[in-house]
């Protein structure tokens, strides 16, 4: 695995390096010692599998507040996702920035989101499928979200919005979120 660093502090793009031969490809996913080095010392304790019918379709932006929040490690299976985090550590440089990335069962890449990062992605083709690594268990009451298209985060959807969940789209505004810190700045 290669990990490469995104503007965001703490998250990783990661490329696998598949061994191929005439039977297929082999490919590692995780490995303690590799991930130990770019400081990661939490167990993954849930993994989930995210099936998505619609291209088009848009989940989240999610995350869990503390002492709830999460470390991600996101693959897409099949199909292809734009992958969006954004970064709602209070005290970080880049609070309120935002990442994108392709993810698709053709490259192969994964993202390494860490603790006190919102997370969602838009489906770029019908039936696509990923699976989520978690560090902390889902939790109803530390749930937490962003809305999908707030215009203070300017994210850039590739695709026109064609399925959203009733819950998603009534997600909280960044400023209802974050109104006393955006003050303070």
Same mark, same amino acid.
């Given at each position: ?10 998250? +990783? ?49 999610? +995350? ?5 929040? &999460? ?10 996702? !734009? ?28 993202? +390494? ?15 696509? &499928?990923?699976? !989520?690594?978690?560090?902390?268990? !889902? ?6 979200? %962003? ?11 590739? %695709? ?19 109104? &006393? %810190?955006?003050?303070?700045?």
């Amino acid at each position: 695995m290669q990990f490469h660093s995104t503007p965001l502090a703490g998250a +990783y793009s990661i490329s696998l390096e598949p061994f191929v031969d005439e039977r297929g490809l082999f490919a590692r996913t995780f490995c303690q010692r590799e991930f130990a080095a770019i400081g990661h010392d939490k167990d993954f304790v849930q993994f989930n599998h995210s099936r998505n019918t619609h291209k088009g379709t848009i989940r989240g932006l999610h +995350y869990q507040n503390p002492p709830h929040a &999460e470390i991600k490690l996101i693959r897409c299976i099949k199909g292809a996702v !734009y992958d969006v985090l954004v970064d709602v550590r209070k005290h970080s440089p880049t609070f309120l920035q935002h990442f994108g990335i392709e993810l698709s069962a053709e490259n192969m890449l994964m993202i +390494y989101i860490p603790e006190g990062f919102a997370h969602g992605f838009q489906t770029l083709k019908d039936d696509t &499928e990923l699976i !989520y690594h978690h560090t902390a268990f !889902y939790t109803p009451g530390a749930e937490s979200g %962003l809305k999908f298209d707030d215009s203070r985060l300017d994210i850039k959807w590739p %695709l026109p919005p064609t399925i959203i969940s009733e819950k998603d789209q009534n997600n909280p505004s960044v400023d209802q979120s974050f109104a &006393e %810190l955006i003050r303070r700045k």
